[in-house]
């Protein structure tokens, strides 16, 4: 992952809601970013680097149809983060790699 | 969220450095789908998935019931107004053309709301109008073509082939896109 050249892990988020963030390198500053005020910012976890993926296949049954994913194609390839998988604090931010991009989904 | 090189705060709806040596840096955010794992793998037979513990049952299809609590939020980039329109009415109108900041827009939702997607309805200059034609297709109001609902592509007709632009969205609870784009408008 990499910004103005740089690489870098996410290693938590503080709560809410679902993304998928694609990290790329030389992006314009353009927004003003005052006026930030976070409710409260806790410590951060240990970064997820090298999350277990797995084929449809290899996961059997374990997923439910009815349970939600957030789903994501890069070129050819499609993946899917259970949300159910997502919740827990430690979990709320996946780093990951598919399709020759650096990309992070957080919950 | 940080960074673990350089500890900057991150905001996660905004994809955006809010302090630290990052500030005012945005990240690109993925055009990703909210749907039931059923629907994916059915889009998708040759997908992997995150294989982790579960943390929680509670993320199921029935969550948007409560579909008040949820709206569908596009992130138009930064210093612009970012709309949304409420999951409500997006389940009474599964094919919802709208604009908002110049941008001519349509959201798509799927069975009882359970996913959505945005798209550009600007295709080669012109603006189209979309209605919902059947089970997961729409035709446009130009060429009467037939589109599919979930990935914008155009199945048959004068425009098959062509693809409309993915925009970026998401489905999040309305307090908390209320609460990152107080200038957004939020579609009822």
Redesign the interface.
């Known amino acids: 992952m990499q910004?103005?050249g740089?690489?870098?892990?996410?290693?938590?988020?503080?709560s809410?809601?679902?993304?998928?963030?694609?990290?790329?390198g030389g992006?314009p500053?353009?927004?003003?970013?005052d006026g930030?005020n976070?409710h409260k910012?806790v410590k951060?976890f240990p970064?997820i680097t090298d999350?277990?993926?797995?084929?449809?296949d290899?996961?059997g049954g374990?997923?439910?149809?009815?349970?939600?994913?957030?789903?994501?194609?890069?070129g050819k390839?499609?993946?899917?983060?259970?949300?159910?998988?997502?919740?827990?604090p430690t979990?709320?931010?996946?780093n990951d790699r598919l399709g020759g991009s650096a990309?992070?989904?957080?919950w | 969220m940080r960074d673990v090189e350089t500890n900057s705060l991150w905001s996660h709806l905004l994809g955006k450095a809010m302090r630290g040596e990052f500030k005012g840096a945005e990240l690109k955010i993925l055009p990703g789908v909210m749907t039931t794992w059923s629907e994916w793998c059915l889009r998708h037979p040759r997908t992997t998935l995150l294989g982790m513990s579960r943390t929680t049952r509670s993320y199921r299809e029935a969550v948007w019931k409560k579909s008040n609590r949820f709206v569908y939020g596009v992130h138009l980039g930064a210093g612009r107004p970012s709309p949304a329109v409420s999951l409500k009415r997006l389940q009474q109108e599964p094919v919802f053309n709208f604009e908002s900041a110049g941008h001519v827009m349509l959201i798509t939702a799927g069975e009882k709301g359970v996913r959505a997607r945005a798209f550009s309805r600007k295709l080669k200059g012109e603006i189209l109008v979309f209605s919902a034609s059947g089970k997961g297709t729409m035709t446009d109001d130009r060429t009467s073509s037939h589109w599919d609902v979930t990935t914008g592509e155009c199945l048959g007709g004068k425009l098959k082939g062509t693809v409309l632009a993915v925009l970026p969205g998401t489905i999040s609870f309305r307090t908390a896109w209320e609460a990152f784009f107080p200038e957004g408008r939020i579609v009822e």
């Open positions: 910004l103005d740089r690489r870098f892990l996410f290693p938590r988020m503080k809410g809601l679902l993304h998928l963030l694609l990290l790329v992006i500053v353009s927004a003003s970013a930030f976070p910012v951060a970064a999350p277990r993926i797995v084929t449809v290899e996961a374990f997923v439910e149809g009815n349970e939600l994913v957030l789903g994501v194609v890069i390839q499609a993946r899917a983060y259970p949300l159910n998988m997502l919740t827990n979990r709320e931010i996946i990309i992070a989904a957080t």
